[in-house]
């Protein structure tokens, strides 16, 4: 069984670029999360795809995007950086969109904006 | 509105000293899920438990025990005769039922405790 991953696993950008961070799911999995985890806090809920659709986002700008593919794949797309998006992004995936469903974390992209 | 509190920012134990990290949770939903996760120096995030609110029943696996009460929304962990590799930071997170979230399941984390843990 094939863990969740990620890339890239580091990235550097500057203040106005965009960027694409993608997952992979766990095998069996629909749904994936995205969380956004600055330096020594806990994470924060991005939004969630469930089956190609975004059914839940949290308190985050339009400039934060995402795609679900057909294979459940997902990317977080990032426009007109700023310094405050600098954190870790994490990706989870899950089976469906239950409460009780665990959610399987990758290792995260190290995003860090100059 | 939801919100999990984490009181202890850094924990320091010798090897093989019991440790509690603690939280502290706070929902008006009557069904949720309470989670915690480790979070070695790696980053990935690693499952540990998983609760619902209608089990209140301790739980105990190997060194680590779980005691949630819910008469003061705590989900408090455990780590018996700590060992250096359970070093990393651990959240507490809360998950409410789709029907109250609105369709999806969020996580709602804590800030996290830093346990280190040394020989």
């Known amino acids: 069984e094939t863990g969740v991953t990620q890339s890239p696993t580091h990235l550097i950008k500057t203040r106005g670029q965009q960027v694409t961070l993608r997952c992979s799911s766990q095998s069996g999995h629909n749904t994936v999360s995205w969380y956004q985890q600055a330096l020594g806090q806990g994470p924060q809920f991005i939004f969630q795809?469930?089956?190609?659709?975004?059914?839940g986002r949290g308190n985050f700008p339009p400039r934060f995007s995402g795609l679900q593919f057909p294979n459940y794949s997902s990317e977080l797309n990032v426009n007109a950086l700023e310094l405050d998006d600098s954190a870790l992004y994490l990706c989870?995936?899950?089976?469906?969109?239950?409460?009780?469903?665990?959610?399987?974390f990758g290792p995260g992209t190290r995003l860090t904006v100059l | 509105a939801q919100k999990v509190t984490q009181a202890q920012t850094e924990i320091s134990v010798v090897e093989k000293e019991d440790v509690t990290l603690d939280c502290v949770y706070e929902t008006r939903d009557t069904t949720y899920y309470l989670f915690w996760y480790k979070q070695p120096p790696s980053g990935e995030l690693v499952f540990l438990i998983r609760r619902n609110s209608f089990d209140e029943q301790n739980e105990i696996s190997g060194r680590y025990s779980w005691n949630f009460q819910k008469s003061t929304s705590s989900f408090n962990f455990t780590i018996t005769a700590s060992q250096v590799v359970d070093s990393a930071v651990y959240f507490c997170?809360?998950?409410?039922?789709?029907?109250?979230?609105?369709?999806?399941?969020?996580?709602?984390f804590g800030a996290g405790t830093r346990l280190a843990v040394h020989p």
């Open positions: 989870a995936s899950s089976f469906g969109t239950s409460g009780s469903g665990e959610q399987f």
């Open positions: 795809y469930y089956r190609e659709e975004e059914n």
């Open positions: 997170a809360l998950s409410e039922a789709p029907a109250t979230s609105g369709g999806y399941n969020k996580l709602i």
